[in-house]
């Protein structure tokens, strides 16, 4: 996310990825262009993650900050959230998240 390595981003994410962030229904297309176009991310770190395996499956749940610049201004963001990993004959990809920022 700090790089906006492009080529790590594609490998990762399903082509059906679908997420809700911050309740709002979202698709891999949009979070693409989001992250090409976005204000610099000088930092991106977690603060607790954790991972599950079940067979091919791995199911994620973490706390992530983000630190950068947006319009401007310095943002520093935090974000909970749930993510699934689903290996299918290559890589682990991403098929679906769900994150919301939160206010503490």
């Known amino acids: 996310m700090v790089k906006r390595d492009m080529a790590t981003l594609d490998r ?9 962030v911050d309740g709002q229904v979202t698709t891999r297309a949009a979070v693409v262009a989001d992250v090409k176009s976005r204000a610099s991310k000088e930092s991106f770190s977690y603060e607790t993650l954790k991972v599950h395996v079940y067979g091919d499956t791995a199911v994620a749940t973490g706390i992530t900050v983000t630190k950068g610049t947006f319009k401007g201004k310095n943002t520093t963001r935090r974000y909970a959230w749930t993510g699934t990993w689903v290996k299918s004959g290559g890589p682990r990809r991403v098929p679906d998240l ?7």
Not at 13 to 18: D, Q, R, S, T, V
Not at 98 to 104: G, L
């Open 98 to 104: 769900f994150q919301r920022r939160s206010t503490q």
């Open 12 to 20: 990762i994410i399903a082509k059906e990825w679908i997420g809700v």
